[in-house]
């Protein structure tokens, strides 16, 4: 089989001609029909993440995928041969990923995610969902905005702000989103009351407009620390500010006017069989910006191709 892979934490990831892995105890065989990038593949691949799992090489990369069950191991109950399956495939060991024609996960993935797949649901659209819209859905929540309150989404082109513009419109939140004059009315068409343009005028003066009584919280998916300290005084009291990109310093998350804090994903399992559920059921859908096949797995990890759609989800397909 064909797989994306480095031999060691700072390779260059590339194709290699790997044995078709086989289903240990516990564990599924997944022929995976496409794959998803997402910021973790190359945080994985570099070593920023190396203590958080256990690893071994030549590492197949990619975390997001869907594809039908080849054969399981002893053991296995909850799936059988011939069901699509989607999930975060993140195993503990971690050998193979997504980025491969097939692919082995525990039944129960150590730290990730898998349920089946929706009859009719695309494998692309399946594909597209687990960490952005995971994590959406999650920093959503965590937000804790009041049904009528006001949601500022920094980063709303990328996936999880695709997919945050959306869980907050389902929840009846008013959300504003920053997005480029390019593709604000895509963002528009997500479910965003307003879009604030980048760079047509200062953000903080731009929110007061649009929310004189306040912001009950800020969604940071940039990291830009300048940024969010600048909005900080626009939040409420009591407000939130929520960053899944490290955008906090730590006078910010010292502040006791407001609750700051960093939103790492929990719960996958239960947070993938809402997504799932709520993409069958037609209230939220991936954004795919781009989709490529697995030869081009390797300039696209690198940041190629470059798309003048909205961003949202690049995914590969493979089979």
């Known amino acids: 089989m064909r797989a994306l892979t480095i031999e060691r934490f700072g390779d260059t990831p590339r194709l290699r001609k790997l044995p078709v892995p086989e289903p240990g105890p516990g564990q599924v065989q997944v022929t995976v029909e496409a794959a998803a990038?997402?910021?973790?593949?190359?945080?994985?691949?570099?070593?920023?993440?190396?203590?958080?799992?256990?690893?071994?090489?030549?590492?197949?990369?990619?975390?997001?995928?869907?594809?039908?069950?080849?054969?399981?191991?002893?053991?296995?109950?909850?799936?059988?041969?011939?069901?699509?399956?989607?999930?975060?495939?993140?195993?503990?060991?971690?050998?193979?990923?997504?980025?491969?024609?097939?692919?082995?996960?525990?039944?129960?993935?150590?730290?990730?995610?898998?349920?089946?797949?929706?009859?009719?649901?695309?494998?692309?659209?399946?594909?597209?969902?687990?960490?952005?819209?995971?994590?959406?859905?999650?920093?959503?929540?965590?937000?804790?905005?009041?049904?009528?309150?006001?949601?500022?989404?920094?980063?709303?082109?990328?996936?999880?702000?695709t997919f945050a513009v959306q869980a907050a419109a389902a929840r009846g939140i008013r959300t504003l989103a920053t997005a480029s004059a390019q593709h604000a009315e895509q963002v528009r068409e997500l479910g965003a009351a307003e879009i604030l343009v980048r760079g047509a005028r200062p953000l903080d003066e731009a929110v007061r407009r649009l929310a004189p009584d306040g912001l009950d919280a800020v969604l940071d998916l940039v990291g830009d620390r300048s940024l969010t300290s600048g909005l900080a005084g626009a939040v409420k009291d009591g407000g939130t500010l929520l960053s899944t990109a490290f955008g906090l310093d730590d006078q910010l998350m010292a502040d006791a006017r407001v609750r700051a804090a960093r939103y790492t994903l929990d719960r996958k399992p239960e947070r993938l069989g809402d997504l799932v559920g709520l993409a069958a059921a037609g209230g939220i859908r991936p954004v795919i910006g781009t989709t490529l096949t697995l030869d081009d797995a390797p300039r696209a990890l690198a940041g190629e191709p470059r798309t003048a759609r909205l961003r949202g989800k690049t995914v590969l397909h493979i089979g």
């Open 37 to 161: 990038l997402n910021p973790l593949d190359t945080a994985i691949a570099s070593g920023a993440l190396e203590r958080l799992g256990e690893y071994r090489f030549p590492l197949t990369l990619g975390m997001d995928g869907a594809g039908t069950v080849t054969a399981v191991g002893d053991d296995v109950s909850r799936f059988r041969v011939g069901d699509r399956v989607v999930g975060q495939f993140w195993s503990r060991p971690l050998q193979f990923g997504t980025f491969a024609e097939v692919c082995v996960v525990q039944e129960e993935p150590a730290l990730g995610a898998l349920t089946t797949v929706p009859a009719g649901m695309p494998s692309e659209v399946a594909a597209a969902l687990p960490t952005a819209g995971m994590t959406a859905l999650g920093a959503i929540e965590h937000a804790r905005v009041p049904e009528g309150g006001t949601l500022l989404v920094l980063g709303a082109t990328g996936g999880v702000g």
